[in-house]
């Protein structure tokens, strides 16, 4: 699991195709779960929560932004 600390040194590109490679995994994890092939289910867990993370990042990281230009 992603430590918030690791994320914030990201910059927003590298977030961005995070995000985008564990939407990709939390779909095949609900997939392997629908077809009761999961090895991990804390790992759903996981993966959630990291997404949050990303995201919570990213809306900080435009209120700054938008803050700065104002």
Do not use: C, G, H
């Amino acid at each position: 699991m992603a430590d918030i600390a690791d994320l914030r040194t990201k910059t927003d590109d590298q977030l961005a195709a995070e995000l985008t490679e564990l939407k990709r995994e939390q779909f095949n994890l609900r997939f392997q779960a629908a077809t009761n092939q999961l090895e991990a289910p804390s790992r759903i867990r996981q993966v959630r929560r990291t997404i949050a993370q990303i995201k919570t990042l990213q809306s900080e990281r435009a209120a700054q932004s938008a803050a700065a230009k104002a």
